[in-house]
């Protein structure tokens, strides 16, 4: 490790005089540091590729490290930047295609659903490449997803449309088929914090709201937009992004092998597949 690090700190410092980028002494061991934690392998990096590395740490570095901190004091603006970053994207790629005209998720919702795949990978994000590249490979990533998807819901003739007509007028889509037990709420109660903590991780944080005014509250989807100021469709589509992150969750998947407990109002079940589960299973 001390050799790995003297190594990275013996290319700082020659790239420092050789680009003229005037580091002090601190911050050219702060680089040092940094790029030998983010490569666990460096005897596998030959010195050129890890001036590269380095040199992407340079220029990028300071973006990364705001997006990633909530703390940081550029983070909001940053976040907001490539928020819009993704939507210029997203629209770019997706003007003709049948991706956008038949989803019922708008650019502004695909959009915050590839800069939550951002800030996943962030902690990954190794500097092979320059943070712009690696950020459009995952917004692009995104909205092949969200075509795939299409294309299944299109294979296997998924009833959304009658759904969203049962939940904007309320009808009982989720019934309940028992009367639970106490043990059996006090379960529910720890799973629906668990799901409400996995949406509240979500950058866009009208997932989690969405998700508690409906499977808890017994909100209908006009009902909700009303109070979000948000249309039928839109409030549609941020839900079943909320159910799609739930049914990714492995924690959550693991929950649901088994009989899962029973939880408040349309969540409160006593089995896969039927109530709210049906859209996590």
């Excluded at 019922?104 to 939550?116: F, G, R, V």
């Excluded at 969540?267 to 109530?275: C, L, T, Y």
Aim: charged letters at 20%; aromatic letters at 6%.
């Amino acid at each position: 490790m001390l050799e790995d690090a003297h190594r990275c700190h013996t290319l700082v410092a020659h790239l420092n005089g050789e680009q003229g980028w005037d580091l002090t002494p601190h911050e050219q061991r702060q680089y040092a540091q940094q790029v030998a934690a983010h490569h666990p392998n460096l005897a596998q990096i030959s010195d050129a590729q890890l001036c590269t590395t380095i040199r992407y740490y340079h220029t990028d570095h300071a973006l990364v490290e705001g997006l990633r901190d909530p703390n940081h004091p550029e983070h909001a603006a940053q976040w907001a930047e490539w928020t819009q970053n993704a939507l210029r994207i997203l629209a770019a790629q997706s003007a003709g295609s049948y991706i956008m005209a038949e989803s019922l998720m708008s650019l502004d919702d695909l959009a915050q659903e590839a800069m939550y795949d951002i800030w996943r990978g962030l902690p990954t994000f190794r500097y092979q490449s320059r943070f712009q590249t690696w950020a459009y490979t995952v917004i692009s990533n995104c909205l092949a997803r969200q075509g795939r998807a299409l294309q299944t819901q299109k294979r296997h003739g998924l009833p959304q449309t009658h759904s969203l007509d049962i939940m904007v007028t309320g009808g009982d889509l989720f019934h309940d088929q028992a009367t639970p037990l106490p043990d059996e709420l006090a379960l529910g109660q720890v799973l629906l914090a668990s799901l409400q903590q996995v949406l509240g991780q979500h950058p866009d944080r009208r997932l989690k709201c969405i998700f508690q005014l409906w499977a808890c509250e017994e909100r209908t989807l006009r009902s909700i937009g009303d109070e979000l100021n948000l249309s039928v469709a839109r409030v549609h589509a941020l839900l079943a992004q909320a159910l799609g992150l739930l049914r990714n969750e492995a924690s959550i998947r693991d929950w649901l092998e088994h009989d899962p407990p029973s939880i408040p109002a349309r969540a409160s079940v006593n089995r896969p597949g039927s109530g709210a589960w049906t859209g996590l299973t």
